[in-house]
């Protein structure tokens, strides 16, 4: 079942499970507001200093629009380390960890090399360049929070926990173990867990709901319109000429020249004429180089062979039709057309799905960026690479 579908039928049905429990971050993003008489803790502020800006600017990564402040890494930054807030999207934290977690394998080989200044630019240049994805999903699925009533994120955030059982299942399948507990020291020594992989998941299909309830309408096409871009796009589907044949080529050879070669041809014309197969009298006779395999060659275009009397034969005579000997320079040859293609366009029949497929996955980009646009604009996001007014450093990180 698709999550799209898990979803649709796990809030449709009546609400009497258990309280989910949410992996990570998500457990962290509440509403401002709940029921009346039922207020969400307030906001916590980290950085005073920090600007409240949303830092916009050309994508970093396929798919954003965030674009952090350049960091140079001259200054070492304060220690890049678990609970270290590196980011706050609408007062809600991203810790260090959340980001270094998958890069844990390369920073533990990195700290045998370098000093430990060294060590702090690396993680802040690790963390520049994951946050804007890691602000992304909490943009997203902060604003699910907002957009659904805490029944129904409960709700779809059990069916997510239930996804990401399955995909442990498929885990403990491909690493060969039966229990959690052997499957977690195989993921500690590749430098991850499933606490982490449970949150990289969660988030991703949390926020591909909320684009999706954002944008169903974008991805819905007509035929008309699907039939509409086929014409202007026509060219992409156009169709070269081509013919799949087969040859027999008699050369000339030095002792016996030409007449030579004539007799030789007329013995393979008198052997097909007894109803020899072609492709055992090229076998035979023939001296060209697909005489093993029956002097086959594969579609080849129009306008591709140097000999011009081959290729008109080969585009003018009917399909499973031999021509007439045709003497080319040193030789002479008879073609076989087995199969030949005409020149014109795919028909739209066979590329409406395709058509579909892709324009449906364009729209769904497209929208998505709009959400992700309508977000930025107005969203408070910091992180520990804005500049303090009149400073050149970056902010110093906040920790709990």
């Not at 709940?34 to 800006?53: C, I, L, V, W």
């Not at 020594?189 to 591909?208: K, V, Y």
Request: overall charge negative; aromatic content about 8%.
């Amino acid at each position: 079942m698709s999550f799209r579908m898990a979803v649709v039928l796990g809030l449709s049905l009546v609400v009497g499970c258990q309280k989910p429990k949410m992996p990570g971050f998500i457990s962290k993003l509440t509403k401002s507001t709940t029921e009346e008489g039922d207020k969400a803790p307030p906001r916590t502020t980290f950085a005073s200093d920090a600007p409240n800006s949303i830092p916009m600017g050309e994508t970093d990564y396929e798919g954003s629009s965030i674009r952090l402040t350049d960091y140079s890494g001259d200054e070492a930054p304060a220690e890049l380390f678990g609970a270290t807030v590196v980011a706050t999207v609408n007062s809600f934290p991203i810790f260090a960890d959340d980001v270094l977690q998958p890069h844990t394998l390369n920073i533990e080989k990195a700290q045998a090399q370098l000093s430990q200044p060294e060590m702090n630019r690396l993680r802040a240049k690790i963390i520049q360049q994951e946050l804007p994805q890691h602000i992304e999903k909490a943009l997203l699925v902060s604003a699910l929070r907002e957009d659904i009533e805490e029944e129904q994120f409960e709700m779809l955030s059990s069916q997510v926990n239930n996804l990401f059982e399955r995909e442990v299942d498929k885990l403990k399948e491909q690493y060969n173990v039966e229990t959690k507990i052997e499957l977690e020291r195989i993921l500690e020594e590749q430098g991850t867990s499933l606490d982490s992989l449970n949150n990289a998941f969660a988030s991703r299909e949390l926020s591909m709901f909320y684009i999706g309830r954002k944008s169903k309408d974008a991805t819905r096409l007509s035929r008309q319109e699907l039939m509409n871009w086929y014409e202007q796009n026509k060219a992409q589907y156009a169709i070269e000429a081509a013919v799949k044949w087969q040859q027999i080529r008699i050369n000339n050879p030095p002792d016996g020249g030409r007449k030579a070669a004539f007799a030789k041809m007329k013995q393979a014309i008198d052997a097909l004429r007894n109803g020899t197969e072609f492709d055992q009298v090229a076998k035979q006779f023939s001296d060209g180089p697909k005489r093993d395999t029956g002097g086959i060659w594969d579609w080849t275009k129009q306008g591709s062979l140097a000999d011009e009397k081959v290729e008109r034969a080969l585009f003018e005579i009917s399909g499973g039709k031999i021509s007439q000997p045709l003497e080319t320079g040193s030789a002479f040859v008879l073609v076989k057309v087995i199969e030949r293609r005409d020149a014109g366009f795919v028909p739209f029949e066979d590329v409406q799905d395709k058509i579909n497929n892709k324009l449906q996955s364009e729209a769904r980009r497209d929208a998505a960026q709009n959400v992700i646009k309508d977000l930025n604009n107005t969203a408070t996001i910091w992180t520990i690479f804005d500049k303090k007014p009149g400073s050149s450093a970056p902010s110093v990180p906040a920790t709990f």
